[in-house]
């Protein structure tokens, strides 16, 4: 299927905004849903809505198979070991605080140290910062090259012995930096810590091997993967989640409930109380049979050469800077034109129909780090083509040319 015949399935890409054909430029905010997620949704709704796990008539049946089903389907996508070891979340922030919560908070006591990175989104940094102030355990950073990218060298410096926990996104919302989380996995483990991994980025775009990453935990979000918006999941060994504390509690996560004591109910379901995202889950369910129709690799492919083309246009800009690496990045360029506001730039483009990102993008340190305030971010995914980039350059030559009268 050719990048044509795929923007077909994607409803909201056939309109107009401003007077321009839509040119959708911000999937690493959240992605577009194509018709069978929509159609999965709805159906849910139409003929199968029920609560799950609870009830023995058949639309209960139906719905708790489905929810099931979608757990499944999501254990296969990233290659968990167990069905178990996925937990439903409401996104990657929920499952980050989960683990934070849980996990972290009970085995990090004052001189530990969790090691993380500037480049965090705010959902894999404030967290932590809550761990160390309620446990005394010590915030470290594995410091940045000048292309935004870590040095392998670096996270044999920064994890020490007295590590316990380290958390890295895989792929960086802002640089497009690609982190090597399987050797900073192997580091964390040698020095007897555990590593948490941020797969909101990555999980849409690349094919994604919890066992060959030997991640302790995983989080994503169903949202930036063509599923609905509400849905996302943690993934964690079986063992460890074992060992965790729910930290919500009510219905559906219970075993036995006494007047002063209760149990909990086996894995997955002590981590998911009250009534869960079942619409969610099957919309996720409906999105990764969607992706593997593809193919997780031509997925990337696409991504990697399309990314390609726009750094290269990008660049003829004079004036324009780009942050983070200018090879081996994932599907997204953030930049700045000189002394024009992001925000002003992301204006002009919209009145030309082309739909970007400004601001911080939840990444304030890391915006201190490249000394701005703020950034636009150009994201791609697998319905945008050539013609979406020639958009781009088109209407940041336009804005340039209009702020530069301005100015002048």
């Not at 007077?19 to 849903?33: C, E, I």
């Not at 609870?54 to 979608?70: F, I, K, N, P, Q």
């Not at 919302?173 to 797969?199: C, S, Y």
């Not at 007047?259 to 909990?264: D, I, R, V």
Request: with cysteine; charged share 20%.
């Amino acid at each position: 299927m050719n990048t044509a015949e795929l923007r077909e399935l994607f409803p909201i890409l056939h309109q107009e905004v401003n007077g321009h054909p839509l040119v959708y430029l911000d999937s690493a905010a959240t992605s577009q849903k194509p018709v069978s997620v929509i159609e999965a949704v709805k159906h849910y709704y139409e003929w199968d809505n029920s609560n799950v796990h609870r009830g023995v008539h058949t639309l209960g049946s139906r719905a708790t198979d489905a929810y099931e089903g979608a757990r499944e389907k999501l254990r296969r996508f990233i290659n968990a070991k167990f069905t178990e070891e996925v937990i439903f979340t409401r996104g990657t922030t929920t499952a980050l605080n989960l683990v934070a919560s849980s996990y972290a908070r009970a085995v990090c006591q004052k001189g530990d140290e969790i090691v993380i990175t500037p480049m965090e989104h705010h959902s894999n940094l404030i967290p932590w910062q809550q761990v160390a102030k309620a446990t005394g355990a010590v915030l470290k950073y594995i410091p940045l090259q000048k292309d935004g990218t870590i040095s392998l060298a670096d996270v044999e410096k920064t994890i020490t012995g007295n590590t316990k926990i380290v958390s890295v996104t895989y792929v960086s919302n802002v640089l497009g930096v690609v982190n090597p989380v399987k050797e900073i996995a192997e580091i964390a483990h040698r020095n007897g810590a555990k590593i948490v991994v941020d797969g909101a980025q990555s999980t849409p775009h690349l094919k994604v091997d919890v066992q060959a990453l030997d991640c302790d935990f995983y989080a994503l979000s169903g949202h930036k993967m063509c599923g609905p918006t509400g849905i996302g999941a943690l993934y964690g060994k079986k063992e460890l989640l074992q060992e965790m504390e729910p930290i919500e509690f009510g219905g559906e996560m219970i075993d036995h409930v006494g007047l002063f004591e209760s149990t909990w109910k086996d894995l997955p379901w002590k981590f998911e109380g009250g009534t869960p995202i079942i619409a969610g889950a099957v919309g996720l369910g409906a999105a990764i049979d969607f992706l593997e129709s593809i193919g997780m690799d031509v997925i990337d492919k696409h991504e990697k050469e399309l990314t390609a083309y726009a750094l290269e246009r990008m660049l003829e800009i004079e004036g324009l800077t780009v942050y983070g690496p200018q090879k081996d990045r994932a599907g997204l360029i953030t930049f700045n034109l000189d002394d024009v506001h992001p925000h002003d730039v992301a204006t002009v483009l919209d009145a030309n129909g082309v739909a970007v990102r400004a601001g911080h993008h939840c990444c304030q340190p890391l915006m201190r780090w490249l000394n701005v305030t703020a950034t636009a971010r150009a994201s791609f995914y697998l319905y945008n083509n050539e013609t979406d980039v020639d958009r781009l350059i088109a209407s940041l030559i336009k804005a340039k040319e209009y702020f530069g009268h301005a100015i002048g």
